[in-house]
């Protein structure tokens, strides 16, 4: 069986890691955050004391990184791992991410001799716990393939989007759509609740109807509606508002870069910057909906 270095135990990473141990895989970790290395060991993996120290030996190398300059430090910086992976070995790098960046660090793992897959996921920590994530790949057909049996252990649904960044741009694409739903969703709950509709009511007649979106089916964003989503724990758990905006940043950039027209991304962006500036930044982005409640 493959030996896998999991570098990145934070609140996605560090359940990706459990269930491959679950899968019985050998997993060496490590995290900058002792804590998260001690939880991953009490789960039966074997502990690292660096990145470097995590890589040696390993047949495949999963990242899962807040942001560009992480992985791009992790790998490509003067302390960086490449020399210490092996020849022929997988790395997978679930961070996300912006393409360029994804796209240069794969180009220079695999002219080391290495292959790379950029993997960034869909699903959030309730997926991640459950081993039901959506893994969006961008890399060679060979590569992909190296991926599939490993990524299968943590996740639902892999697709093959395209070359190295293609799974980057695809996913920014997604949480870029999810952004305009969630705030739409809200807008039109908030809008019947204000004229006496119960939400409850309003979100199953929106679910037989052509509004039926992801959000109301899954992640409804007024709380007492849906059982087991934040919005019924006080909008925590689940993903952050700062990493939407995150995410609606990467796209926009993304559209700055090819000249595409994005109007309802970026009058989500200014909404998302909006609540998180009024300090809502580490809670789940469906919070969004109180933002629209009125006055």
């Known amino acids: 069986m493959n030996k896998i270095a999991f570098i990145g135990l934070g609140n996605m990473g560090g359940p990706m890691a459990a269930n491959l141990l679950k899968h019985e895989c050998p997993v060496t970790v490590f995290d900058l955050v002792p804590t998260a290395i001690d939880k991953a060991c009490e789960q039966g993996a074997r502990a690292a004391a660096t990145a470097r120290d995590a890589v040696m030996g390993a047949d495949v190398i999963i990242s899962m990184l807040p942001a ?3 992985v791009k430090s992790l790998y490509l910086g003067d302390d960086g791992i490449l020399d210490n992976i092996a020849d022929n070995a997988l790395v997978i790098d679930c961070s996300t991410i912006d393409a360029q960046t994804a796209r240069d660090v794969g180009q220079t793992i695999e002219a080391a001799g290495k292959h790379f897959v950029d993997a960034p996921v869909s699903g959030g920590t309730a997926g ?5 994530l959506t893994f969006i790949m961008g ?6 393939n190296m991926a599939r049996p490993v990524l299968d252990k943590m996740g639902k649904n892999l697709f093959h989007a395209g070359p190295a960044g293609a ?3 695809a996913k920014i694409c997604n949480n870029m759509l999810l952004a305009v739903l969630m705030t739409g969703t809200s807008e039109a709950l908030q809008l019947g609740m204000a004229h006496g509709l119960d939400p409850s009511v309003l979100s199953d007649i929106m679910k037989q109807s052509s509004g039926c979106n992801w959000t109301l089916e899954k992640y409804n964003p007024c709380p007492g509606v849906m059982e087991a989503v934040p919005s019924s724990n006080d909008y925590q758990g689940g993903f952050m508002v700062k990493l939407m905006n995150k995410d609606l940043g990467l796209a926009m950039d993304a559209a700055a870069t090819s000249g595409s027209s994005t109007p309802m991304a970026a009058l989500a962006q200014s909404l998302y910057r909006l609540h998180q500036g009024q300090g809502n930044q580490d809670r ?5 909906f109180e933002l629209f409640a009125a006055k």
């Open 68 to 70: 560009a300059a992480h």
């Open 128 to 132: 991640a716990a459950a081993g039901t």
């Open 139 to 144: 890399g060679s057909s060979e590569a992909v």
């Open 167 to 169: 799974g980057q741009v």
């Open 284 to 288: 789940d982005f469906s919070s969004i």
